[in-house]
């Protein structure tokens, strides 16, 4: 179909009225196109500005589009305004010599001390927005150089003009998203799937293998989306494309996770305890001061725990005055993490705001998950992320978290209990280990709260744990694996077997899996967290911030995983992150520089919602609406009778299926709302 007739069939007032439905959302945002079917330049600029209209929440302060039809590539762009407030920042932006035209989403904080090496080489420059200096950089040394140069957090497209090549790239860890989709003749990319699929020609098939990943780990691990014929470009990677009509060529890394972990192996810290914290610190606080560049309000998001805890201190540190921090909390005593946040924020004397909700409040951010979250994304931490950033607009455009201090520094229960629990495992005879795991998990997480609750008095406070019933069925799933591997991806999954869900199961691997088999020489500590930085991180917690921020109009920073504080964590001797049976044992000794050990130490909580109690009570009749059987099996995508079978188990006490009928729900409902 040519780009005229499908703009005049599908309208833009369609498009305008989808983008409203987010109501003042931002943060920048830019999609293109190009092909090799001749187009008039109208036709090319109206049909990129279809594709960023349900974009406009990204960026509400400006808009540009920038096209050459005889060489088939549109750009357009939707702004944000955050460095450069003038019109020396508006985007699609041409280098100096015009051989770029360059859309980037994100911030290059190092722009300042890359602008002086430049000047110095003799580029001259109009305003001071790092987008200016991105076009430069790249017209004076080249992409691959240029980018291994920048710190921060960059979604880019750049056109060629001498080459007529396009170079979409990706930051180092996956912090700003970008989508490509090639058919032949035909590339359409953005920063989210929604601008796609306001696009030409777009194909909504769903992917299976990317629903099965999804089903199993809450969300679908890059490349792959929930459209078979969309990628994401994998973080680190530079895709460069010469002819659209030629099949989509692969992406070249120019930073990734194992080469950090290798390069870290070869240069073991060898430093005091001391000298770890002072050189973290001194990392952290660089780290911390280049994301406080704003031309616009800014602060931080605070919960009290030990990595957002190390952000705000380290940014008081650092401020003129009284950093704004701010914290929600809940009714619900169990997930209220409030107090814990305002007793860190007193001590270190910010200008800190708290909100404490009901669980009306979160109940009511579900219906916009869909709309929200344009591939389905089932972690329920995506609700209290985007009501704490909704708290935080009311009074900033930027703010800092502290979100990648787990992955980085070994925090989650998974590495230190679960790597010693699957290497004692796995010296249990197999049968054994089957007959205890049936054992297990044939009794309800209710019973065996109840059971443990009788015994608990009785047992050494070592043995006392959170959520035993939940423990110990992933325990029982955990005897049912044969190898390491499986057993972490047990330990990582909603689904144990999410192909007996599907109706059409396939059996591809993810990324998950491939990072897993990559790492097999790596310690089992190591290769949980090298798998986790390649894959959850970027496509569950780092969507899930961008997304929820994006939806108040709020740009979010995350110093923890500046990619030289990730490398310098693969320099360090697994005693400097684990000691004494705790996790980010050097991150805290730097937060202990300015938080007392008291205020912050206590057992972790997890920044989410209650699930299981809302599926029994106040969502039950929209999950029971959601699972009925004839919805279920009338789309020939999900099997009715496993999915049921879990609901009635569930509602029976077993609060361990909660998550994976969750994962059920949010596909139902964002099947629904983007027909598929």
Not at 351 to 360: A, I
Not at 558 to 566: A, F, G, K, M, N
Request: proline share 5%.
């Amino acid at each position: 179909m040519r780009l005229a007739q499908w703009g005049q069939e599908r309208g833009l007032a369609d498009d305008v009225e989808n983008a409203a439905a987010l109501e003042a959302c931002a943060m920048c945002g830019f999609a293109g196109i190009l092909t090799s079917t001749p187009h008039t330049a109208e036709a090319l600029d109206q049909a990129v500005r279809r594709m960023t209209a349900p974009i406009t929440h990204r960026g509400p302060d400006d808009e540009g589009t920038w096209l050459d039809a005889a060489a088939g590539i549109a750009l357009g762009f939707r702004r944000l305004s955050i460095i450069d407030l003038s019109a020396h920042g508006h985007q699609p932006m041409c280098s100096p010599a015009g051989r770029f035209t360059v859309v980037f989403n994100g911030e290059v904080y190092n722009h300042g001390a890359l602008r002086t090496e430049l000047e110095r080489e003799g580029v001259r420059f109009r305003g001071h927005s790092d987008t200016e200096v991105v076009a430069a950089a790249f017209e004076r040394w080249g992409i691959a150089r240029s980018v291994r140069q920048f710190i921060g957090m960059f979604a880019i497209a750049a056109w060629d003009v001498e080459r007529r090549r396009l170079a979409l790239i990706r930051d180092r860890l996956g912090i700003k998203p970008l989508f490509v989709r090639a058919v032949p003749g035909l590339v359409t990319f953005g920063s989210e799937l929604k601008a796609l699929a306001a696009g030409p020609e777009f194909d909504r098939t769903l992917d299976t293998d990317a629903l099965s990943a999804y089903l199993r780990y809450l969300y679908v691990p890059a490349p792959a989306t929930i459209y078979r014929n969309v990628r994401k470009l994998l973080p680190g990677h530079i895709l460069m494309i010469d002819a659209p009509s030629a099949p989509l060529p692969a992406s070249t890394p120019y930073w990734e996770v194992e080469d950090a972990v290798g390069r870290g192996r070869d240069a073991v810290f060898e430093g005091s305890d001391d000298d770890a914290v002072a050189e973290l610190e001194r990392l952290l606080t660089d780290a911390v001061r280049l994301r406080m560049q704003a031309d616009v309000p800014l602060g931080a998001l605070l919960s009290g725990g030990i990595d957002s805890s190390t952000v705000v201190a380290l940014m008081q540190a650092a401020a003129p005055g009284r950093v704004r921090t701010f914290s929600i909390g809940f009714t619900d005593e169990a997930h209220n993490e409030a107090p814990h946040a305002a007793r860190v924020a007193e001590h270190l004397g910010t200008d800190h705001t708290e909100l404490v909700l009901d669980g009306t409040d979160a109940l009511a951010v579900v219906p916009r998950l869909p709309e929200m979250f344009d591939e389905p994304l089932a972690d329920p931490s995506q609700i209290p992320t985007h009501l704490v950033c909704a708290l935080a607009r009311e009074q900033v455009v930027v703010a800092l978290s502290g979100d990648g201090g787990d992955e980085v520094f070994a925090g989650y229960n998974r590495y230190l209990a679960g790597a010693g629990m699957i290497r004692r495992l796995g010296r249990v005879p197999r049968p054994m280990r089957r007959l205890a795991a049936a054992a297990m998990t044939g009794v309800s997480t209710q019973a065996w709260d109840r059971a443990y609750g009788a015994l608990a008095p009785l047992l050494p406070s070592p043995l006392r744990v959170r959520l035993p019933g939940e423990k110990i069925g992933k325990l029982g799933h955990l005897l049912a694996r044969d190898s390491e591997a499986a057993m972490y991806r047990s330990l990582l999954s909603a689904w144990q077997h999410p192909e007996h869900v599907l109706r059409q199961a396939e059996t591809g691997e993810s990324r998950v899996e491939e990072m897993l088999d990559r790492t097999r020489d790596l310690t089992l500590l190591d290769r949980m967290m090298a798998t986790d930085q390649a894959t959850y991180l970027a496509d569950d917690l780092l969507a899930k911030v961008d997304r929820a921020s994006m939806a108040v109009s709020l740009e979010v920073r995350v110093p923890l995983i500046d990619h030289r504080v990730v490398e310098f964590g693969w320099r360090l001797p697994s005693s400097l992150k684990i000691r004494g049976g705790r996790g980010k044992w050097l991150l805290r000794q730097v937060l202990y520089r300015h938080v007392p050990e008291a205020l912050v130490e206590r057992p972790k909580v997890g920044f989410t919602v209650p699930i299981a109690a809302w599926l029994r009570g106040p969502l039950r009749a929209w999950a029971e609406d959601l699972l009925d059987s004839e919805r279920l099996e009338a789309d020939e995508i999900l099997s009715a009778a496993p999915i049921r079978r879990a609901w009635h188990a569930f509602q029976s006490g077993h609060d361990g299926l909660a998550l994976a009928l969750w994962t059920v729900l949010i596909f139902q409902a964002w099947r629904e709302r983007w027909a598929v």
